[in-house]
């Protein structure tokens, strides 16, 4: 996907470990997110930010923090992590303009292993 | 508190057939959205629908939108096997930050 980069695309974790997952976006997209996506579930919003310096929780975001210090990164930390997050994690950007009526772009995404 | 939901979850069907994937939202939204996963991949988006009536088509793929009914459908005409995917709608409001509430997917299966 051409605009938005996740790194890494694969990693293994122990109980209790901590990690960035990283998201940039060239495409100078205010709003960016993350959702978690696991079997049977569809995709789940965690946190969400509509600007630099703007964050603001999802449906799921206990675990999790992020932060917005630039309009391109969108990194999320798990601070301590747990069997319960291993999941696939995406990133995704939008153009709030035009009415706000586009679509959000996703990343490759990044698949997390917690052992 | 707004839940989609798809059916069918999963579906097999013949190269050639015809059908309709159904999409139930569960509170007033603004804006619908389709998009296709490849399994391994990510997501792609294919339609986005703003009003009542609304009808977009890209190909085989059909998609449809009634809001009083708060139901979307996506008809897959003349199936091909490089249809085959995952297929999810997904809701959200304006004013709300475009928070997306996904339903759980339909996996479509052409077989030849």
């Known amino acids: 996907n051409a605009g938005v980069t996740q790194t890494p695309k694969f990693q293994v974790l122990k109980t209790g470990q901590s990690m960035t997952l990283q998201c940039a976006q060239d495409?100078?997209?205010?709003?960016m997110s993350w959702y978690r996506q696991d079997p049977g579930m569809g995709l789940r919003l965690i946190h969400y930010?509509?600007?630099?310096?703007?964050?603001d929780q999802g449906e799921v975001p206990n675990g999790y923090n992020v932060s917005r210090s630039t309009t391109e990164d969108f990194p999320l930390r798990l601070l301590s992590a747990a069997p319960s997050q291993t999941s696939v994690y995406f990133c995704?950007?939008?153009?709030?303009?035009?009415?706000?009526?586009?679509?959000?772009?996703f990343g490759d995404g990044t698949r997390l292993s917690i052992l | 508190e707004l839940k989609v939901e798809q059916n069918p979850l999963f579906l097999s069907m013949q190269e050639g057939k015809n059908y309709t994937i159904y999409c139930n939202y569960s509170?007033?939204?603004?804006?619908l959205y389709w998009y296709r996963q490849d399994p391994g991949k990510s997501l792609e988006s294919l339609f986005v629908?703003?009003?009542?009536?609304a009808v977009k088509q890209e190909g085989r793929l059909m998609a449809s939108l009634d809001t009083k009914a708060r139901l979307s459908t996506l008809h897959i005409t003349a199936a091909v096997h490089d249809l085959s995917a995952t297929y999810f709608c997904?809701?959200?409001?304006?004013?709300?930050?475009?928070?997306?509430?996904f339903g759980t997917g339909t996996r479509l299966q052409v077989t030849l």
């Open positions: 995704a950007t939008k153009n709030t303009g035009h009415g706000g009526n586009q679509p959000q772009h």
């Open positions: 495409m100078n997209h205010e709003y």
């Open positions: 930010s509509v600007g630099a310096g703007i964050t």
């Open positions: 509170t007033t939204s603004d804006r």
């Open positions: 629908l703003l009003s009542n009536g």
């Open positions: 997904a809701v959200d409001r304006a004013g709300t930050a475009s928070k997306l509430t």
